[in-house]
């Protein structure tokens, strides 16, 4: 963490807190933490952010950040045509590829104001070096199936094991376990993964109920639906954060919900592969789950873009439901902030602008175009409807400007574009 102390003074503060207050105040950082709202003093370091919001770091719940090398891979086909070629191309990948996407990958998200990211994929160790360089928070996923499914080298067990143990404790790096989902798992595999988690304390991350074909098959193999399934198995736990979860039943949901399972919907991805718009996440947020916010990997939503989420999961539900007032722009906010910390259990440490919390910040530009004008009434739903990367102005993780005036500071962002450019040749040519 850092030691320095760092002030954003004469901004608009998001707080998201409890009675989310914008408040036209300064913020004090200091040892990595948020330590003063209000006026502040001295700093080492002083920004200003007169005209500028001063809003919570976004939390992308669900993605695959080395999937960026596979950016326009695979489009406009369904799920099912879209994992054969993933899984084609994911076979012959090294650890220099991984690094790139991971790297590229946790550029775009900076420079979206995205601070932290939850991942599944395998190769965690090499994604991991990425997340120390570049300056993101990574919640890393060792992805886990059957070994009969995988193309990693070993047990993936074990190798999501070795990968937790040597990354426990590291600054920004949250290891958990992953898992690729019912298709894949059977149900040893699946209990093997919890019993690791709960002797790691981690979070277990799994893609839940993504497409009917999913729900249809593992009802066909097994007599349920996969989540009455992972309840009836004792899977099921406030560990576990489930991905998509686009077909669920209302039963379900309320078996979730009793057992304090999280969400992240993932709606771009939803849409363009088709796999459902009938995410049911009002009635998830009802029944008391929470659920954050997730691009999924570029391969499916092509940006890791958490402003198009944001606004695409708004439109999607009034849409869906032929109801303007279903998904609010401040319930959609609180999905990329408070809830997607609370979904990661983190929810006394990230996703609001409070004392005591860590210093995960973006400060966004109320003078682009975009966000013209803005007043305290109009500002959550700029943010959501109007807002895109290019407002951002600084990024802040921990305490420590990882963009600042736009321009990434912890990495060669040309060097890092001509590397990925040229290694992803060989998927394309
Ligand atoms: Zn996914």
Same mark, same amino acid.
């Given at each position: 963490m850092s030691s320095e102390s760092l002030a954003l003074k004469g901004g608009w503060v998001v707080t998201q807190n409890p009675k989310r207050e914008i408040l036209k105040a300064d913020v004090l950082i200091e040892n990595g933490l948020i330590s003063q709202i209000g006026k502040v003093g001295k700093a080492d370091e002083?920004?200003?952010a007169k005209g500028c919001a001063v809003i919570p770091g976004l939390i992308n719940a669900h993605t695959h950040i080395s999937m960026t090398l596979m950016r326009g891979i695979a489009d406009d086909v369904n799920l099912e045509g879209f994992l054969n070629k993933t899984f084609k191309v994911d076979a012959q990948r090294t650890a220099e590829d991984i690094r790139a996407g991971a790297e590229l990958g946790a550029i775009e998200m900076l420079r979206s104001g995205c601070t932290s990211f939850v991942d599944m994929y395998y190769g965690q160790d090499i994604?991991?070096?990425?997340?120390?360089?570049?300056?993101?928070?990574?919640?890393?996923?060792?992805?886990?199936?059957?070994?009969?499914?995988?193309?990693?080298k070993g047990s993936p067990l074990t190798n999501c094991e070795r990968f937790i143990s040597e990354h426990s404790g590291k600054d920004r790096i949250h290891p958990l376990v992953a898992l690729q989902g019912?298709?894949?798992? @059977?149900?040893?595999? /699946?209990?093997?993964?919890? $019993?690791?988690?709960?002797?790691?304390?981690?979070?277990?991350?799994?893609? =839940?109920?993504?497409?009917?074909?999913e729900v249809y098959d593992h009802q066909a193999s097994t007599g349920n639906r996969p989540g009455d399934w992972l309840y009836g198995i004792g899977f099921l736990c406030d560990r576990v954060l489930a991905a998509h979860c686009a077909?669920?039943?209302?039963?379900?949901?309320?078996?979730?919900?009793e057992r304090g399972v999280s969400a992240a919907h993932c709606p771009v991805s939803n849409m363009k592969l088709a796999s459902g718009?009938?995410?049911?996440?009002?009635?998830?947020?009802?029944?008391?789950?929470?659920?954050?916010?997730?691009?999924?990997?570029?391969? @499916?939503?092509?940006? /890791?873009?958490?402003?198009? $989420?944001?606004?695409?999961?708004?439109?999607?539900?009034?849409?869906?439901? =032929?109801?303007?007032?279903?998904?609010?722009?401040?319930?959609?906010?609180?999905?990329?902030?408070?809830?997607?910390?609370?979904?990661?259990?983190?929810?006394?440490?990230?996703?609001?602008?409070?004392?005591?919390?860590?210093?995960?910040?973006?400060?966004?530009?109320?003078?682009h175009p975009a966000m013209v004008p803005t007043y305290p009434q109009n500002i959550v739903s700029n943010l959501v409807y109007s807002c895109q990367s290019d407002c951002v102005r600084h990024t802040v993780v921990g305490g420590k400007m990882a963009m600042k005036d736009s321009r990434i500071l912890t990495m060669d962002e040309k060097k890092v574009a001509e590397d990925a450019q040229k290694i992803s040749e060989k998927f394309f040519l």
């Amino acid at each position: 963490m850092s030691s320095e102390s760092l002030a954003l003074k004469g901004g608009w503060v998001v707080t998201q807190n409890p009675k989310r207050e914008i408040l036209k105040a300064d913020v004090l950082i200091e040892n990595g933490l948020i330590s003063q709202i209000g006026k502040v003093g001295k700093a080492d370091e002083v920004i200003d952010a007169k005209g500028c919001a001063v809003i919570p770091g976004l939390i992308n719940a669900h993605t695959h950040i080395s999937m960026t090398l596979m950016r326009g891979i695979a489009d406009d086909v369904n799920l099912e045509g879209f994992l054969n070629k993933t899984f084609k191309v994911d076979a012959q990948r090294t650890a220099e590829d991984i690094r790139a996407g991971a790297e590229l990958g946790a550029i775009e998200m900076l420079r979206s104001g995205c601070t932290s990211f939850v991942d599944m994929y395998y190769g965690q160790d090499i994604i991991a070096g990425a997340v120390k360089d570049s300056g993101i928070r990574g919640f890393l996923g060792w992805v886990v199936l059957d070994e009969k499914f995988t193309t990693q080298k070993g047990s993936p067990l074990t190798n999501c094991e070795r990968f937790i143990s040597e990354h426990s404790g590291k600054d920004r790096i949250h290891p958990l376990v992953a898992l690729q989902g019912v298709y894949v798992c @059977s149900e040893e595999t /699946l209990m093997k993964a919890k $019993e690791l988690a709960i002797a790691k304390d981690t979070l277990l991350h799994i893609h =839940l109920s993504e497409t009917r074909k999913e729900v249809y098959d593992h009802q066909a193999s097994t007599g349920n639906r996969p989540g009455d399934w992972l309840y009836g198995i004792g899977f099921l736990c406030d560990r576990v954060l489930a991905a998509h979860c686009a077909w669920l039943t209302m039963g379900e949901i309320r078996r979730m919900a009793e057992r304090g399972v999280s969400a992240a919907h993932c709606p771009v991805s939803n849409m363009k592969l088709a796999s459902g718009f009938e995410a049911p996440v009002p009635e998830m947020q009802s029944a008391g789950i929470s659920v954050g916010l997730g691009t999924d990997g570029c391969s @499916s939503q092509n940006r /890791l873009d958490m402003w198009g $989420e944001m606004k695409t999961c708004a439109l999607l539900h009034k849409v869906q439901r =032929l109801d303007a007032t279903v998904m609010t722009a401040q319930r959609v906010f609180d999905m990329a902030t408070v809830e997607g910390a609370n979904a990661l259990k983190m929810g006394d440490r990230l996703g609001s602008i409070e004392p005591g919390k860590i210093a995960d910040l973006a400060v966004i530009d109320l003078k682009h175009p975009a966000m013209v004008p803005t007043y305290p009434q109009n500002i959550v739903s700029n943010l959501v409807y109007s807002c895109q990367s290019d407002c951002v102005r600084h990024t802040v993780v921990g305490g420590k400007m990882a963009m600042k005036d736009s321009r990434i500071l912890t990495m060669d962002e040309k060097k890092v574009a001509e590397d990925a450019q040229k290694i992803s040749e060989k998927f394309f040519l």
